[in-house]
């Protein structure tokens, strides 16, 4: 398979026929489906559903990747709720990811939790041992489950992401990297305070287990108290995130995966408060698709 781009395009719009629009627009053939009318994939009803399958089947368009919420950074790794509720969502994710031909889920590790150390022993435990059963479903299945480092346990540093693939060596348990997520990340190894992560370090150290990539670029503002930091999100290549020289050395070396993109200009999926205009979203979307590619045209033409 060659390389191709995709992206979440929920962000381009939250119905699946503008998300097919931007996608048909950039000449791409793939979308990472998040969400669709403001409720992730793996939540549709099962009419809503088949909305979506029909319309991308009419439009030739597949999806890459679900980009699901399961042990996301809103689920506490201590909660049998949430896992209760990862658990349900995967096997809902699985036969509509098996009708749409696609072998891919993005999953996490869980949420940091704040009251005690978020890698202590304990908590550790619980995070592998839960993961472990998800990882199985999808081996089962034969799903492959990408790891996103974002703000999770594995997210921690890349020392936390090789211990989890440590713990559950399986080869249906892999890694997306997202280009973006380390910038406003601590660095979560020693004594406090925290170094802020590099993207490039942390690339480097996981690479060789990098099955797919999320291209988002930021420059870190401040911390606010809450789960996410204040970034201003940039065109690739603008910010903080080490996008360029990334995806020259992934590239260099040969991958053929999916370049996905989460541009987060125009709308921030986990902040609520920052609305934009349904055009400034679209043409953000779309002009950073427009982006990327070029980037990718100037590596592939050795001007990097």
Not at 8 to 31: H, M, R, V
Not at 47 to 57: M, P, S
Not at 214 to 243: A, N, R, S, W
Request: glycine share 8%; charged share 25%.
């Amino acid at each position: 398979m060659f390389m191709y781009f995709t992206g979440f395009a929920d962000e381009a719009g939250s119905s699946i026929d503008t998300q097919i629009k931007a996608t048909k627009e950039l000449g791409w053939n793939y979308i990472e489906s998040r969400s669709v009318n403001n409720t992730n994939i793996t939540d549709l009803s099962g009419a809503d559903f088949e909305i979506v399958f029909n319309k991308l089947l009419e439009a030739d368009i597949k999806i890459s990747c679900f980009g699901s919420a399961i042990a996301n950074w809103a689920k506490d790794p201590r909660s049998q709720e949430d896992f209760l509720y990862s658990l349900a969502a995967l096997k809902r994710a699985i036969p509509r990811m098996n009708r749409l031909g696609t072998k891919y889920l993005r999953g996490m590790s869980f949420g940091i939790v704040k009251d005690v150390e978020p890698d202590h022993p304990e908590i550790e435990k619980q995070i592998f041992e839960k993961l472990k059963i998800l990882v199985k479903q999808c081996e089962d299945a034969g799903i492959i489950y990408l790891h996103e480092n974002c703000m999770n346990y594995g997210g921690l540093s890349y020392e936390h992401t090789l211990r989890l693939l440590d713990a559950i060596p399986s080869p249906n348990f892999k890694l997306v990297f997202d280009t973006g997520n380390p910038v406003g990340s601590d660095h979560h190894v020693g004594t406090p305070p925290y170094k802020k992560q590099s993207s490039w370090e942390f690339y480097k150290n996981v690479r060789d287990f990098i099955e797919y990539i999320h291209i988002k670029d930021c420059i870190f503002i401040e911390e606010t108290g809450e789960i996410f930091p204040k970034l201003t999100f940039t065109f690739p290549g603008d910010g903080h995130g080490d996008v360029i020289r990334i995806l020259k050395d992934f590239i260099d070396s040969g991958y053929n995966g999916g370049l996905s993109i989460e541009p987060h200009l125009a709308v921030v999926y986990h902040d609520g408060s920052k609305n934009s205009s349904q055009e400034i979203q679209y043409e953000n979307y779309v002009n950073y698709g427009k982006r990327l590619m070029d980037i990718v045209n100037e590596i592939k033409s050795d001007n990097y």
